[in-house]
């Protein structure tokens, strides 16, 4: 009986088998991923297996299957590699330009939320396979869960750095303007990339322009106060 027939959902397994230790193991483990980023861009998701893999790697299917169960747990590994690698830019960018929303001109903050769209988009072309694995993240419901945890952890991390900025608003409201942003931002890079005659330049400038002036509700609000308090 087939999950369509039961109405089951298939939910392979995603976890990594073991962590290696030695440098042997480290360096089947890096093969098989690098092997896996190659493919992706040659055969696709779909037509990728864990047999292709190990033909290409010149692994036997045990030597695969001693830290990765199917090709779904590959794929999880690289997706969240790569979502590390973009938090951790992120984070790199927060330490050496700290948002300061209510100094800056409306310019500023677009120049400012432009670098880290640039960066983003650097960590993300260096990273072998990430056009298919951005893909991935997309279109395989079993990895989606990859992808939320980094916007969530992204989202969580700017309304941490905004929230002095804007005392009136709601805590509701602050989240949920901050995780629109990281959303808007991170598709801005998926195009980037699924659509490479586009510039990207002015993709970049357009994204962070519309993340300002979508804030800036926020910073009228607040000068409105001041002025009521101000006149009372």
């Known amino acids: 009986m087939s999950t369509h027939d039961t109405g089951m959902v298939f939910r392979p397994d995603l976890s990594k088998k073991q962590t290696p230790v030695q440098k042997r193991s480290i360096d089947t483990l890096e093969t098989i991923l690098n092997v896996t980023a190659i493919l992706l861009g ?21 030597a695969l299957y001693r830290y990765f169960p199917n090709k779904y747990a590959v794929l999880k ?54 056009v298919w694995i951005l893909r ?18 992204v989202a969580e991390r700017s309304y941490r750095e905004v929230r002095a900025y804007y005392p009136s608003a709601s805590e509701a409201e602050l989240r949920l303007a901050t995780r629109l942003s990281v959303e808007v931002m991170y598709s801005a890079t998926e195009m980037v990339f699924d659509e490479p005659g586009l510039d990207a330049d002015h993709i970049n400038r357009e994204i962070a322009d519309m993340v300002v002036r979508y804030f800036q509700k926020f910073a009228d609000r607040e000068a409105e106060l001041a002025a009521t308090a101000r006149a009372g």
């Open 42 to 62: 040659e055969v696709g998701i779909e037509r990728l297996s864990t047999n292709l893999i190990c033909a290409r790697a010149g692994l036997t299917p045990p």
């Open 77 to 130: 590994e690289l997706a969240t590699r790569l979502m590390h690698r973009q938090n951790e830019a992120y984070l790199e960018w927060v330490r050496t330009s700290h948002p300061t929303p209510a100094e800056h001109t409306t310019a500023q903050q677009a120049d400012r939320l432009r670098q880290i769209q640039e960066i983003t988009n650097a960590v993300t072309q260096d990273f072998p396979g990430a």
């Open 136 to 153: 991935a993240l997309r279109a395989v419901p079993i990895l989606q869960q990859v992808r939320l945890e980094s916007h969530n952890f």
